[in-house]
């Protein structure tokens, strides 16, 4: 600093042509540290367009329509300093269940054909966890050979499609604005009824005599980022909702449930064109789906209008989404911090008991006999394996790939599981941003359940249902937070 405030008293002395100088220098040093954000966006229909598997059921499903499109959506971040490129993410939304082993490596197979001009390591994708979306891995189920597009045939279609949008988002990307807010909406309803005896149960009777209480915790917080293009147009929204979408998820038909509305409604009101991302937050032991009031929300419903249940989701989504806009939009920043950590995390598998294997090993010979019963054999034998590996002692540790990013004050993460929604809650509160957005389902990691889910039990907390427990969901967190905070130090 002295030997700045040197220089400009000399260049004082030097009168107008050194003060001219001067303040060239001082802009280029401005400009070339400024941050610039860059955003591209784009989405394409990803609806199958003959009959396929509807996965996430135990029993097969085949569609008989499309009622809805189903969608990836695609948001590239880039920032540029002095305008070189310094730090990109391409976050990729798919209206799917999950994004099963495999899909994310397509993908990238897909953009390294096509010489992507990008770090391949920055994508990832997300599921919005519809369980009316395909099946994208053979094997799951005992299909019809004929009728049907098999699942690793719409997989390859599918990921060809995603691939060209994100070269499409990384096309058109144009020097842009972003802000953050929040909201509330009642969306997630926890789904594990608790009875007199300490056990819990997914979806469990409360009507019951023995019934005492939900078990855990539920997320109302709607965090929303917003994007602008120089010309202050509205490009694109990412949602965090810290619930999967499953309202409709018994059917036999393409739906994308309550996102559907959501990107109807809001591009009602901000255009046509208006990309709408949607990240399903820690979610695992919740649903939107009631657990008790039934017959008074269902009148409700009659009173405004006799709307579905689907409606009245997307109604409170957008309705926060517009509280968060309000506040959002007097602060809106184009000069903002990107970082973007991609670390693979060493999980302890879940411990499996010698009570645990030799149900499981009851049950799959009880359904091993039985094709229609592929699914539930499968989920049984599967802890067979684990356990035969975990006494020769080689089950190893389960691997994810995390990514960490801030952008500005938000800290954003991803996981692979349906991760209970303790978990979220302990990385939001402990977080070094001012906002955060925990990302779930970025890949097929099955439910990871609280302790407390542990003890009482139930699909979705059962050992059939969890490969990484919560031994292993607390050094998500920590790895999680861990990874923040060293962005925040640079």
Request: with cysteine; net charge neutral; hydrophobic share 40%.
């Amino acid at each position: 600093m002295n030997d700045f405030r040197m220089n400009l008293h000399s260049i004082q002395k030097m009168g107008g042509v050194g003060m001219v100088t001067l303040c060239l220098m001082i802009l280029t040093t401005l400009s070339s540290s400024a941050a610039d954000l860059w955003i591209g966006t784009s989405a394409v229909d990803i609806t199958p367009v003959e009959p396929v598997a509807l996965d996430g059921q135990r029993n097969a499903r085949i569609s008989k329509k499309p009622e809805t499109p189903i969608t990836a959506s695609v948001l590239f971040l880039e920032s540029r300093e002095g305008g070189q490129k310094v730090e990109e993410a391409i976050i990729v939304s798919c209206d799917l269940v999950a994004i099963r082993e495999g899909i994310l490596e397509k993908v990238r197979e897909q953009l390294r054909a096509k010489k992507a001009d990008f770090d391949l390591n920055k994508v990832f994708l997300s599921a919005t966890h519809t369980h009316t979306a395909p099946v994208t891995q053979d094997g799951k189920y005992d299909l019809p050979k004929t009728g049907i597009q098999q699942p690793g045939a719409y997989a390859d279609w599918m990921t060809a499609k995603v691939a060209e949008a994100i070269m499409t988002a990384w096309q058109n990307r144009q020097r842009g604005k972003v802000a953050w807010g929040q909201a509330q909406a009642v969306i997630a309803q926890n789904r594990r009824a608790v009875y007199a005896d300490g056990t819990a149960v997914m979806y469990g009777k409360t009507t019951d005599a023995k019934f005492r209480g939900i078990e855990g915790y539920e997320d109302h917080n709607v965090d929303v980022l917003f994007f602008w293009n120089a010309s202050d147009k509205l490009i694109a929204t990412a949602i965090n909702v810290p619930c999967p979408a499953q309202e409709v998820g018994g059917r036999t038909s393409i739906n994308a449930d309550y996102w559907h509305p959501v990107r109807e409604r809001l591009r009602e009101r901000h255009g046509q064109d208006l990309q709408v991302i949607a990240w399903n937050g820690a979610g695992g032991d919740v649903t939107t789906r009631l657990m008790y009031g039934t017959a008074a929300d269902e009148r409700m419903r009659k009173l405004r209008g006799n709307i579905s249940r689907l409606d009245e989701i997307g109604r409170r989504i957008v309705n926060a989404w517009e509280e968060a806009y309000e506040g959002a939009k007097k602060d809106i920043r184009q000069d903002v911090k990107l970082r973007h950590m991609v670390q693979t995390l060493d999980l302890p598998w879940r411990q499996v008991t010698q009570a645990e294997v030799d149900l499981a090993e009851r049950e799959a010979e009880k359904f091993s006999k039985d094709p229609a019963q592929l699914w539930n054999y499968r989920w049984n034998q599967s802890v067979v394996a684990r356990h035969a590996a975990q006494m020769e002692k080689k089950e190893g540790m389960f691997q994810m790939e995390l990514h960490a990013l801030r952008l500005g004050d938000v800290a954003i993460a991803s996981n692979p599981f349906e991760l209970f929604t303790d978990y979220g809650v302990q990385m939001k509160a402990r977080s070094p941003g001012i906002q955060t957005f925990v990302i779930q389902l970025a890949g097929s990691g099955g439910y990871l359940p609280s302790k407390r889910a542990v003890l009482g039990g139930g699909y979705s907390a059962v050992i059939q249902s969890s490969r990484v427990g919560p031994e292993g969901g607390q050094v998500l967190v920590e790895q999680t937070l861990a990874a923040w905070k060293e962005l925040w130090k640079k």
